[in-house]
């Protein structure tokens, strides 16, 4: 039996069958009350077999993942993190209608891991995004909130247009509306900056209780992160950020890293889980949004296990001929070294997107600039190494189409 939300089961019955499964369900054993309304009704959660089956799911294949990527090699590892950040950056952008670039971003990365300075607009949410590998934020207060936009946004949003910063104490304190593609309003952020700082203070109380399941805690503070909408603008990617951080706190952080990925992949999903849960049939039932948002949570899950699994297989084979190439260098002094260099550029090529900066490559197999340059120069000789060029930058990664010949 599926999930069926309050908003379904209006539809479906008359008014007094409705009232009577709503009265049942507000007040069963199984559900959590929350002081937060939605249309005048207080909010709650009601623990479901359907929101519980999803959880043991996602739990599952979560360790599923794990194992998956424990029998990858290191460099493997961080090429995929690092091609699965630059997605996450890339389509939480393009959600809200920001065009970001793969090779800026990555462009970018390398920058802030260089400790270079740089002006780009995108600095604050690439920098933040970096955290999600470093598990060093909290979220326990609004003014946490806040500091993270003036981080993460603040900046982008001024270049953008001034008007949409911050006006009240901390958030916004005029209306804010939310519109569908037909500029149709859907939904009004809560007013005035008292009680959004009030709400808000409140979900944070919700996503740090630990006797709620994290995966609701992180589905239920989403929800009302985009219910109260306390910014102008940039509501979306704070909320994403804040799910996707969570998530790889708690869980793989490769699934953290392609939340907004799979969002946009489910965009018409993901926003009808909002205006339904917003929807006054609904009665302020937030099972409704929990179940939907888990659901996205797991279909992320799902492809991440496929996509990994294929690219194990993709990498296996190319690591059982590597000493069938390796012979046609003939009897060479660097042969060992030759080894190591292709084997890891073959990881970038199979897992990540542009390949490693002849700095990384140095770090990686620990030799000078001179050593690695001379390697490179003799498989580049054969036609297997390919140098990307981005900006300043070059980047390495192996010529699989050459390799494929063998």
Avoid at 376 to 405: M, P, Q, T, W
Wanted: hydrophobic share 35%; aromatic share 12%; net charge neutral.
């Amino acid at each position: 039996m599926s999930f069926k939300s309050l908003y379904k089961l209006f539809l479906m019955n008359d008014n007094s069958v409705f009232n009577d499964i709503y009265n049942e369900k507000f007040n069963s054993e199984c559900t959590i009350k929350f002081d937060i309304y939605i249309n005048g009704y207080q909010s709650f959660f009601t623990y479901d077999k359907n929101i519980m089956s999803l959880i043991s799911k996602i739990r599952e294949t979560d360790a599923k993942i794990t194992k998956t990527f424990l029998e990858l090699p290191s460099t493997a590892t961080s090429q995929y993190i690092r091609k699965s950040l630059i997605d996450e950056i890339e389509y939480t952008n393009s959600i809200e209608g920001v065009i970001s670039t793969r090779k800026e971003i990555n462009d970018l990365i390398n920058e802030i891991e260089k400790k270079i300075k740089n002006q780009n607009r995108f600095q604050g949410i690439v920098n933040k995004y970096l955290l999600l590998t470093q598990n060093q934020l909290n979220f326990n207060s609004p003014e946490d909130i806040r500091k993270l936009y003036d981080e993460m946004l603040y900046d982008e949003i001024k270049v953008e247009d001034k008007n949409n910063l911050p006006d009240g104490r901390l958030f916004r304190k005029e209306v804010v509306h939310v519109y569908k593609s037909t500029d149709k309003i859907v939904h009004n952020g809560v007013m005035p900056e008292e009680k959004i700082i009030d709400y808000l203070d409140k979900a944070l109380k919700i996503l740090n209780d630990e006797s709620i399941d994290i995966l609701i805690r992180i589905a239920l503070f989403h929800y009302y992160f985009g219910y109260i909408h306390p910014f102008y603008d940039g509501n979306g990617r704070i909320n994403r950020f804040i799910s996707s951080y969570i998530l790889s706190k708690h869980f793989n952080q490769v699934v953290g890293f392609r939340l907004s990925m799979t969002i946009k992949e489910n965009l018409t999903q993901y926003l009808d889980a909002f205006s339904h849960t917003n929807d006054i049939r609904n009665r302020a039932d937030i099972s409704t949004f929990v179940y939907e948002f888990l659901d996205i949570i797991y279909k992320s899950y799902q492809k991440t296990e496929i996509y990994a699994l294929a690219k194990k297989q993709e990498y296996d084979k190319y690591e059982s001929i590597i000493g069938k190439i390796m012979s046609s260098f003939g009897s060479n002094e660097n042969q060992k070294d030759l080894k190591q260099l292709l084997t890891i550029l073959i990881q970038c090529s199979v897992f990540g997107d542009f390949g490693l900066s002849k700095a990384n490559l140095c770090k990686t197999l620990n030799q000078g600039n001179t050593k690695i340059t001379d390697l490179l120069g003799k498989l580049k000789k054969f036609n297997l190494c390919v140098d990307i060029r981005s900006g300043k930058y070059h980047y390495y990664k192996a010529n699989l189409d050459e390799i494929d010949k063998f």
